[in-house]
């Protein structure tokens, strides 16, 4: 049943080819045009192109995961999951997939836009590393904003969750710059696993809680 479980919500999303070929298409154009905003003859130095990878990343997957309970709210399939005590699992699966169709082409878009840049072959992996991990948590983020403003429209979600993600950019960031400085960076990449797992962990009960309160 657990198997089924997931590969309907794959088979959803992936047959909804807009919902997440549509971001990765965004992302794309994004960092193609990027380098055109700025002076090729200057050394411009990594962090501002690392910097806009991860704002670009975030707001990328905010509109990807825009939709992610409405329909199923809308037709009662989630009414129907929380009957049978399915709730919680029906949304790690949501979460899993939008993280597989969306937040992983993402990072590896972002890998291949830093390789293509000349910078070192470390950074473009520890980059790639980090958009891995921290698109997990973006999409568990947004998540939880989507099932708040799920009768409101998603500015609502958008408030409340952005200003909880700011500290994970600001993580990014340092770990950005003691890789460029090549300075130990393991502290940073440990507290960016520890936060991706706790959130993968509670989030989804939280969801849960919130969802239930929308179908009573």
Same mark, same amino acid.
């Given at each position: 049943?657990?198997?089924?479980?997931?590969?309907?919500?794959?088979?959803?999303?992936?047959?909804?080819?807009?919902?997440?070929?549509?971001?990765?298409?965004?992302?794309?154009?994004?960092?193609?045009?990027?380098?055109?905003?700025?002076?090729?003859?200057?050394?411009?130095?990594?962090?501002?192109?690392?910097?806009?990878?991860?704002?670009?990343?975030?707001?990328?997957?905010?509109?990807?995961?825009?939709?992610?309970?409405?329909?199923?709210?809308?037709?009662?399939?989630?009414?129907?999951?929380?009957?049978?005590?399915?709730?919680?699992?029906?949304?790690?699966?949501?979460?899993?997939?939008?993280?597989?169709?969306?937040?992983?082409?993402?990072?590896?878009?972002?890998?291949?836009?830093? =390789? &293509? $840049?000349g910078f070192?072959?470390? !950074?473009? @992996?520890?980059?790639?590393?980090?958009?891995? %991990?921290?698109? #997990? *948590?973006?999409?568990?983020?947004?998540?939880?904003?989507?099932? =708040? &403003? $799920?009768?409101?429209?998603?500015? !609502?979600? @958008?408030?409340?969750?952005?200003?909880?993600? %700011?500290?994970? #950019? *600001?993580?990014?960031?340092?770990?950005?710059?003691?890789?460029? =400085?090549? $300075?130990?960076?393991?502290?940073? !990449?440990? @507290?960016?696993?520890?936060?991706?797992?706790?959130?993968?962990?509670? *989030?989804p009960f939280?969801?849960?809680?919130?969802?239930?309160?929308?179908?009573?």
């Amino acid at each position: 049943m657990t198997r089924n479980l997931l590969f309907i919500e794959g088979f959803k999303l992936f047959k909804r080819s807009r919902a997440w070929i549509g971001p990765v298409l965004v992302f794309l154009l994004i960092v193609i045009s990027f380098p055109l905003t700025l002076d090729i003859n200057s050394n411009n130095p990594p962090e501002i192109y690392l910097s806009f990878i991860w704002i670009s990343t975030l707001v990328v997957t905010m509109l990807g995961t825009e939709l992610i309970f409405s329909d199923d709210f809308e037709d009662g399939t989630l009414e129907q999951h929380a009957i049978n005590s399915q709730l919680v699992e029906i949304i790690f699966y949501k979460i899993l997939v939008h993280w597989i169709l969306i937040g992983v082409p993402l990072a590896f878009v972002a890998f291949l836009f830093v =390789l &293509s $840049l000349g910078f070192a072959y470390e !950074l473009s @992996l520890v980059t790639l590393l980090c958009l891995i %991990i921290s698109n #997990l *948590i973006f999409i568990n983020f947004f998540s939880l904003g989507n099932s =708040l &403003s $799920l009768k409101k429209g998603s500015i !609502l979600g @958008l408030l409340i969750t952005i200003p909880f993600l %700011i500290p994970l #950019l *600001i993580l990014l960031g340092k770990m950005t710059t003691a890789v460029i =400085l090549e $300075l130990n960076f393991i502290g940073y !990449l440990s @507290l960016l696993t520890g936060v991706m797992i706790l959130a993968t962990c509670f *989030i989804p009960f939280i969801i849960s809680f919130i969802l239930k309160t929308h179908l009573e």
